[in-house]
């Protein structure tokens, strides 16, 4: 049985930080990337990044990159995965959901930023991110 945790989220003002957290259990993490999507008001949803610890590959959204970062940390039949926020800019406001989705190695640099590719198969409720201006 898939489980997941969810923490982090809430409200700062622009410039500021958030970390939010997420701890998977219940499948093969290893032949997953695991990360985070967005989905702020009226607006698609938008892959935000996420990790293989396999592959060594990590991946961002071009609206996140330089300012996110994303690491996961395994433990016994657990992976815990953070997503480090800095400068955080009003468009960043969204409810985030953890996200998995199976991956074989493949680069998904070119068009992992494309809306329309989903990558993930699995996910949270979400958690909103709230950034004042």
């Known amino acids: 049985e898939v489980q997941l945790v969810e923490s982090g989220g809430g409200v700062v003002q622009t410039g500021g930080s958030l970390r939010l957290s997420c701890a998977w259990s219940?499948?093969?993490?290893?032949?997953?990337?695991i990360g985070w999507f967005r989905q702020a008001p009226g607006k698609e949803r938008e892959g935000v990044s996420c990790?293989?610890?396999?592959?060594?590959?990590?991946?961002?959204s071009d609206s996140v990159k330089g300012r996110f970062t994303i690491s996961s940390e395994n433990a016994k039949n657990t992976v815990t995965v953070d997503l480090q926020m800095n400068s955080l800019k009003p468009e960043d406001t969204a409810v985030y959901s953890c996200?998995?989705?199976?991956?074989?190695?493949?680069?998904?640099?070119?068009?992992?930023?494309?809306?329309?590719?989903?990558?993930?198969?699995?996910w949270g409720q979400g958690t909103q991110v709230t950034v004042s201006s």
């Open positions: 990790i293989s610890r396999r592959y060594g590959a990590t991946y961002y």
């Open positions: 219940g499948f093969s993490f290893d032949d997953y990337c």
């Open positions: 996200a998995a989705g199976p991956y074989d190695g493949r680069d998904w640099g070119n068009f992992f930023s494309d809306p329309e590719f989903d990558w993930y198969d699995r």
